[in-house]
């Protein structure tokens, strides 16, 4: 297994193979460039650290210009461990090389995609838990509607149960969407197709790991 990191472009349309329309969403994945490699005999487990997409060097602080020094490496804005990479891929990666769309996926690959939805603000009951709202308009519920109802236990235990399902923060967490299948691949572009969608907005980072 293997992963890459990558931004969301936005979503288009494609023909496959037997002339079946395909809703995808275009990723820009890569080029992603090892910053660190982590082994089992010196911290105690096997990782890649990758680094993706420049950042001026006055913006890092010194910890993270020493960090990306040490490998050569142009600084980079994101930087996300990956435990995915396994035998001969992992023994062939090196701190400083670079890793490409077309080194990682082939059309027909499976992957999954962890992002960050959308940010909602502060939302009601209806809107973040799909409640049908209290009453009706014929019983006088004139400004009662898209209200949670009761939420009390009674004398017993005289309190709210926690996990009640109430308005709040809505959005804004990471959102893993499995098992899209990748359609394209345009190395040239260091763009990938998958099928379907996913959580997050357009320019949203997202993590493509390789099932």
């Known amino acids: 297994m293997s992963a890459l990191l990558g931004k969301k472009v936005g979503m288009t349309g494609i023909f496959d193979a037997e002339g079946q329309y395909v809703p995808v969403t275009v990723i820009q994945a890569g080029p992603c460039y090892v910053t660190q490699i982590k082994t089992k005999a010196a911290d105690g487990y096997d990782a890649v650290q990758l680094g993706f997409e420049d950042i001026a060097e006055r913006k890092l602080t010194k910890p993270e210009k020493g960090h990306f020094a040490k490998t050569g490496v142009q600084p980079k804005r994101y930087v996300k461990e990956f435990r995915t990479f396994e035998g001969e891929k992992f023994a062939a990666l090196t701190p400083g090389s670079a890793i490409s769309v077309s080194d990682i996926f082939n059309e027909g690959d499976v992957v999954h995609v962890s992002s960050t939805s959308k940010g909602r603000g502060f939302q009601g009951v209806v809107k ?3 409640f049908g709202g209290v009453g009706s308009t014929t019983h006088g ?15 017993y235990p005289s309190r709210v149960f926690k996990g ?4 709040g923060r809505m959005g804004g967490t990471r959102v893993t969407t499995r098992n899209l299948r990748v359609m394209k691949v345009l190395p040239e572009q260091n763009l990938v197709l998958v099928s379907g969608s996913f959580a997050g907005s357009k320019n949203q980072v997202v993590e493509i790991v390789k099932a």
């Open 164 to 167: 009640q399902r109430m308005g």
């Open 128 to 130: 973040r838990h799909h």
């Open 141 to 155: 519920q004139s400004d009662r509607v898209r209200a949670p109802g009761s939420i009390g236990a009674s004398s």
